[in-house]
């Protein structure tokens, strides 16, 4: 079975603190990604990676990076956390760039911004 | 550029009571589409996947979905519902071309309660 850990389930954070959340697939899979869950909005990409230090931008990046020198590891970073970045952070991955693939996702951090 | 619409937020039903969660697409090609599962505080687990083929897709769980190109329709259906069943359900568009390949577009969600 595919295994994707995300390294909290619960975070609380002041606003300006520089937030990181972590993300570890057990599977050698290339490709990961870092959405954000909101009410009513459903989910929405912010970084993927398709490989070891490569990175590209989804739907929603602003106010986010992302870290990948592992192939099974794959951080999302908030550099100066605001009050709008509450929200659930789920983790996915998939097997092979290029290939119409299943993501599999983690639990999700519940991030609260104070 | 591809988009998913659930049109219900929100279904209850009764236990034992027949289900069909509505799924619309936009999509320029030939789409791939998923159905996912997220219980309360919980990732996202997979039901079911259309790539190609028999359009009548069966999934884990009892849910099957149906893939109607006329219609741009991928609705989840399943004929008795348990009350384990409360859930929310995603729908998704697999990107596979251009710049995004590989991207998963999602609609807004459908939380399902279940009366006893």
């Known amino acids: 079975d595919v295994k994707v850990t995300q390294s909290s389930r619960y975070l609380v954070k002041r606003t300006g603190e520089k937030v990181f959340l972590e993300c570890v697939q057990d599977?050698?899979?290339?490709?990961m990604f870092w959405y954000r869950q909101d009410p009513g909005l459903g989910l929405r990409l912010i970084y993927f990676?398709?490989?070891?230090?490569?990175?590209e931008k989804g739907d929603i990046p602003e106010g986010y990076s992302v870290s990948r020198e592992k192939k099974e590891r794959f951080s999302l970073i908030l550099e100066s956390a605001s009050t709008n970045q509450t929200s659930m952070y789920l983790c996915?991955?998939?097997?092979?760039?290029?290939?119409?693939?299943?993501?599999?996702f983690g639990p999700g951090t519940r991030l609260l911004v104070l | 550029a591809q988009s998913v619409t659930q049109p219900d937020i929100h279904i209850t039903v009764s236990e034992g009571a027949s289900l069909e969660l509505r799924c619309n697409y936009s999509?320029?090609?030939?789409?791939?589409l998923f159905w996912y599962v997220q219980s309360p505080g919980q990732g996202l687990q997979l039901l079911l996947k259309?790539?190609?083929?028999?359009?009548l897709v069966q999934g884990i769980k009892g849910f099957e979905a149906e893939f109607k190109r006329s219609q741009s329709s991928f609705n989840l259906r399943k004929p008795s519902v348990h009350w384990s069943d409360a859930a929310e359900y995603f729908c998704?568009?697999?990107?596979?071309?251009?710049?995004?390949?590989?991207?998963?577009?999602f609609g807004q969600g459908t939380i399902l309660t279940v009366h006893p």
């Open positions: 998704a568009v697999f990107n596979a071309g251009g710049t995004s390949y590989g991207k998963l577009t």
């Open positions: 259309y790539f190609s083929g028999d359009t």
């Open positions: 996915a991955s998939s097997l092979l760039a290029g290939r119409k693939e299943t993501q599999y």
């Open positions: 599977m050698d899979h290339e490709n």
């Open positions: 990676s398709y490989d070891v230090k490569m990175k």
């Open positions: 999509y320029g090609a030939t789409p791939y």
